[in-house]
């Protein structure tokens, strides 16, 4: 690698690195300034951002054809499992037995009579 | 100290000496190995996210009002040390494509010292809430006593101590390969020519800086501005 590449990546590195301080400094205001109703989701989309500058700059990914194509197609089963989960959780039917919510009511038969009790 | 790459020379029952065609001379084949690699840990970490999302569908206040009580001051210096860590080691491998090792050898100890405060930071981050009453195996995560928390809050500190611990493992693993690493360009086995090693490392450090960019605002930021 001759020194002008050398000092072109070096200062893209300080760039994304300028970027991804500035969307740090978003994510720690964000809560107080705006859109305080949505803050999963803006976080979520500024976790986004920085991610995507990360891994096309950071881990080389820019250019990167067939392996770039490997990890879309992984990512793009690990959304589709989320959508999956996340529509399922949205019909969820059996609040009265699970585990994962809030006291569920659980009715123990002990034979002759049953007990009732909450966790 | 010489750093020109060293070939390994395998000997068959003959006698004959032959050069070791390995890992080294397949650059791309190491590259596209390591990622099929980091993918599962994008799985597995994706998994835990997955669940994550999950419970807090189900228990929203519950997961606001837990996320409220964690330090973010101590979480967002951390968000810094590995964004900067992350820096040092990128910049460490640029030095070492660009001919200077020693150079490339000072930011792999500085990536080292960054992992070391970041674990740092955490363990007294642990520690406070260890002594609020807050952790694995404590009465407050447990149900079904006087002190237990909401069941949404079990929940959340279930999963927070289980995937930051996850993550802290990483991050002592990270270090113990960036100690390889120097011992591998010590040993001339890693040079200007030859660093896929290197060039791995470097993409493990920046997955591990990754995981972090979601761990933080899933747990630390959901609840900030609800009064703590």
Redesign the interface.
């Known amino acids: ?1 001759d ?1 002008n590449t ?1 000092k072109a ?2 200062a893209g ?2 760039k994304v ?1 300028g970027g ?2 500035l969307l ?1 400094a978003i ?2 205001i ?3 300034m705006f859109l ?1 109703n949505a ?2 989701g803006v ?2 989309m ?2 986004a951002v ?2 995507w500058l ?2 096309m700059y ?2 080389h990914m820019k250019g990167e054809t ?2 770039g194509w ?2 879309v197609f ?2 793009t ?2 959304a589709f ?2 959508i999956v ?2 529509v399922d ?1 949205d019909h ?1 039917q059996n609040m009265e037995g699970s585990h ?4 569920p009511h659980i009715e123990v038969d002990y034979g002759h009579h049953t007990a009732s009790h909450e ?1 | 100290m010489s750093h020109e790459y060293v070939p390994e020379i395998a000997t068959d029952r003959n006698g004959k000496k032959h050069e070791v065609q390995g890992w080294q001379g397949d650059t791309y084949g190491g ?2 190995g390591f ?2 690699f980091m ?1 599962t840990e ?2 597995m970490f ?2 835990l996210f ?1 669940t994550l ?7 929203h206040q ?1 997961f606001i009002e837990a996320s409220s009580h964690l330090n ?1 001051l101590l979480g ?1 210096t951390n ?2 040390v590995l ?2 860590s ?2 040092t080691m ?2 460490g491998l ?2 070492m ?3 200077d090792v020693k150079g490339a050898k000072l930011m792999i100890y500085a990536t080292i010292i960054l992992a070391f405060i970041f674990l740092g930071i955490k363990a007294v981050e642990w520690t406070e809430e260890y002594n609020h009453g807050v952790f694995l195996g404590l009465d407050a995560l447990q ?2 006593n006087e002190h237990s928390r ?3 809050q079990i ?1 959340f500190y279930g999963m927070y101590f289980t995937m930051t611990g996850l993550h802290g493992v990483h991050i002592i693993i990270g270090i113990g390969l960036m100690v390889w690493l120097l011992k591998r360009i010590n040993a001339g086995k890693v040079t200007t020519e030859h660093n896929i090693l290197h060039f791995n490392i470097a ?1 493990y450090w ?2 591990v ?2 995981i972090w ?2 761990v ?3 747990y630390y ?2 609840g ?2 609800h009064g703590h």
């Open positions: 690698m020194i050398y990546q070096r590195y300080y690195l991804l301080l740090t994510t720690f964000q809560p107080h305080q803050t999963f976080q979520l500024i976790g920085k991610a990360i891994v950071y881990m067939l392996i490997t990890v992984a990512m089963l690990v499992f989320f989960v996340m959780v969820f994962i919510t809030s006291q966790e | 590259k596209l990622w099929l993918l994008i799985m994706g998994a997955l999302t999950y419970y807090y569908s189900l228990h519950d973010r967002g968000t810094v964004l900067v992350a820096l990128g910049l640029l030095k494509r660009a001919g149900s079904g909401p069941f949404g929940l993409l920046d997955l800086h990754l960019v979601f933080f605002p899933y930021m959901i900030a501005g």
